[in-house]
């Protein structure tokens, strides 16, 4: 069932299998937003958490997924999509920049930015 413009309820819901398939409405359009942006289709590699799960993943219970406010989306360029979402948003919300993804998310009041890329020096011989 579709819940915004590109994502559905399985798309977004907890990947533990909890049954939590909720998300905030401004981050579904902000991850519409994304998906214009990129001009392709991408599916979410996490979206909404129970607690239960979000702790699993090694992540802080004051993150935006329990909360069903963020989202973290796979796409061929991460850089470029953060770098459009800073400036199109700057202000706003929290925007993570990972090696394959971008964190979303419709965090209120004061807005985040972090870069959590590795840095690759050589090539393994």
Partial sequence: MKISKYF???EI?????CG???MDAVTLQL???CRDFVGAPITPSS???CLAHNREQGSKDTSQHP??????LPVPDPAALYVWLCENYPNK???GLYNTFVHIDSRTGRPARWDKRTKI???AK
Avoid: Q, S
């Avoid at 819901?13 to 299998?17: H, I, S």
């Avoid at 909360?67 to 973290?72: H, I, N, S, T």
């Fill in 13 to 17: 819901a907890c990947r533990c299998g």
């Fill in 47 to 49: 979206g909404a958490r």
């Fill in 31 to 33: 991850a519409d937003a």
């Fill in 67 to 72: 909360m069903c406010r963020a989202m973290d």
């Fill in 20 to 22: 939590l398939d909720t």
């Fill in 93 to 95: 919300y929290g925007f």
């Fill in 121 to 123: 020096i050589g090539r």
């Fill in 8 to 10: 559905n309820r399985h």
